[in-house]
């Protein structure tokens, strides 16, 4: 079946620091990739998207990449701020595109 | 502003008291959604609609039933509510099935 499989958490980073969140996943056919943002206290937020192989979401300096070839999504950022301070959820939708298929999130903890 | 609105934003209840948590978009989307959200289980879709009077099942369906009367209104229902079902609960909508859904701010709902 469906699967999201992301880098276990927390990531520290200090303030200006290189982003990295790693997903793959796992699906049949040719799913839809998304990141969602949960800030504190809210739900979640589409961040970026990505509909087919070789396509680049883009949102707010984050970056993610479609990668069939290696069945990767992952999140990039190139200067992180305090504000980015989040749990993101790496996420597919299925084939019928009835659900989305979310990872377990990964806690990002950003300090000045 | 285009938005989901949930209500309420909190509950506390007790085993067996018939409940509803209301849900309502501003965006004339035809898909919506209901997932629970569980610490180690990550987001996990109880019950979705394509459109109005079409409900169907997602992965954890039991002990819920849904409606969608409008097309703005997707209410979750727990008619005998267990310890079991204390969630934090977010309903999402989208224009159709496949694209990016936009989530309202959630219920965290406690059972007693």
């Known amino acids: 079946g469906n699967s999201v499989t992301q880098m276990e958490g927390p990531v520290t980073l200090s303030e200006e620091a290189f982003l990295t969140i790693n997903c793959t996943y796992t699906?049949?056919?040719?799913?839809?990739l998304f990141w969602y943002v949960q800030y504190p206290g809210e739900g979640l937020q589409l961040l970026l998207k990505?509909?087919?192989?070789?396509d680049k979401g883009s949102n707010k300096g984050f970056e993610a990449t479609y990668r069939k070839e290696t069945t990767s999504f992952h999140l990039e950022k190139g200067s992180v701020q305090v504000s980015d301070s989040a749990v993101y959820f790496c996420?597919?939708?299925?084939?019928?595109?009835?659900?989305?298929?979310f990872g377990k999130g990964t806690t990002l903890s950003v300090s000045s | 502003e285009a938005q989901v609105t949930q209500n309420p934003r909190y509950l506390i209840t007790v085993t067996g008291k018939k409940l509803t948590v209301t849900c309502s978009q501003n965006m004339n989307h035809e898909y919506m959604s209901w997932y629970r959200q569980d610490p180690g289980l990550g987001l996990r879709q109880i019950y979705y609609s394509m459109n109005v009077e079409v409900t169907d099942k997602g992965d954890v369906p039991e002990g819920y039933k849904v409606s969608r009367k409008e097309k703005r209104n997707f209410p979750l229902i727990l008619e005998s509510p267990s310890p079991n079902q204390t969630s934090l609960y977010f309903c999402a909508s989208s224009p159709r099935t496949g694209d990016g859904q936009f989530f309202g701010p959630g219920t965290r709902l406690t059972v007693l």
């Open positions: 996420a597919l939708s299925d084939q019928a595109g009835t659900a989305l298929i």
């Open positions: 699906a049949t056919g040719y799913p839809s």
């Open positions: 990505a509909t087919k192989a070789d």
